[in-house]
């Protein structure tokens, strides 16, 4: 992605948030991690940040819900933790509220997360694809996962899952493009919009949609 579109992704998803309502989005006058203005920093950081992903979204899995790995994954707390049951149990929309509460406390752990995160990511996707309407608990588990993806210490996603998580990431944001219109809960707004600009590569924007609140960004905007 060029600078220039890469800017241009920017003042979309702003004219985006303030017609949904989100109207301090903090996609212009958030400063980079490099320190400087954002738009001056594209030229530096941004422009080959975009997730990498196949061109073509299926539905399609290299990593089953068979596979003997899943029982050598560790999650948030560098243990082993296998998912699966409490992905059945969103699957089969039983006990929901207490299965995300499990997957929250097991996949991310004070900014730690592990294999086991990266491989649940594609299965709540393909979950959420069958479901529909914009659900806080995916897009901001989403989000705040890729997100310590490249924190220190954490574990890159392997060789073996890449596909499958980098485009299952990239279908969710495909997905919020459409439910957002639907959804009228701000924080929901905010994680749709993260995962947006996420997959488009603009992960200090996501960062600042996922983990702000609305007055939280009020109060970083110049006085």
Not at 202 to 211: A, E, M, N, Q, S
Request: negative net charge; charged residues 25%; glycine residues 6%.
């Amino acid at each position: 992605m060029s600078v220039e579109e890469n800017f241009q992704c920017q003042l979309i998803l702003r004219a985006l948030a303030i017609e949904i309502g989100c109207s301090k989005s903090p996609l212009i006058f958030v400063r980079s991690e490099t320190g400087l203005p954002l738009r001056d920093a594209l030229d530096q950081n941004l422009a080959d940040t975009t997730l990498a992903a196949p061109d073509m979204v299926d539905s399609g899995r290299m990593f089953s819900l068979d596979d003997d790995r899943w029982t050598l994954l560790a999650g948030g707390y560098r243990s082993p933790f296998d998912p699966r049951p409490t992905l059945e149990k969103l699957s089969n929309r039983k006990d929901e509220a207490a299965a995300w509460e499990e997957l929250w406390e097991e996949l991310h752990h004070q900014g730690d997360v592990g294999e086991a995160s990266y491989a649940a990511i594609p299965e709540l996707v393909r979950i959420h694809r069958s479901q529909g309407s914009a659900n806080w608990n995916l897009y901001a588990m989403t989000a705040i996962i890729e997100l310590a993806r490249t924190e220190s210490g954490n574990p890159e996603v392997p060789e073996w899952l890449r596909e499958d998580y980098y485009r299952s990431i990239h279908e969710l944001a495909e997905m919020g493009a459409k439910e957002i219109w639907s959804a009228d809960d701000p924080e929901t707004i905010r994680a749709v919009l993260s995962v947006i600009a996420i997959a488009k590569g603009l992960r200090t924007h996501g960062k600042f949609l996922v983990g702000y609140s609305e007055d939280e960004v009020s109060a970083l905007e110049p006085r």
